[in-house]
Nanobody, 114 residues
């Protein structure tokens, strides 16, 4: 069983930056394909970025050139560096891992507002 715990959310002004972290329990992290999703009120959960075990990366068009996903297998952690934040980035951000099952974190709130 894998448990995922996100951290790093908060309130930031437009144009600001935040770095989200997702720490995984257990020894299977290097086998997990990892992703960041977000869900704004009244909207469906959407994929923001993902990184495979081999390091292949995908970004949603809405965050390309602003967000960076990375992983540190030694620390069992995946990161999402978010720059040039916009009010429309406001959402609960979730970490997701997949390998022989799908695992979700509890989410962390990101609010972009002046």
């Amino acid at each position: 069983q894998v448990q995922l715990v996100e951290s790093g959310g908060g309130l930031v002004q437009p144009g600001g930056s935040l770095r989200l972290s997702c720490a995984a329990s257990g020894s299977a992290f290097s086998s997990l394909n990892m992703g960041w999703y977000r869900q704004a009120p009244g909207y469906q959960r959407e994929l923001v970025a993902r990184i495979t075990t081999g390091g292949s990366i995908y970004y949603a068009d809405s965050v390309k050139d602003r967000f960076t996903i990375s992983r540190d297998n030694a620390k069992n952690t995946v990161y999402l560096q978010m720059n040039s934040l916009k009010p429309e980035d406001t959402a609960v951000y979730y970490c997701r891992g997949s390998y022989l099952g799908v695992y979700w974190g509890q989410g962390t709130q990101v609010t972009v507002s002046s």
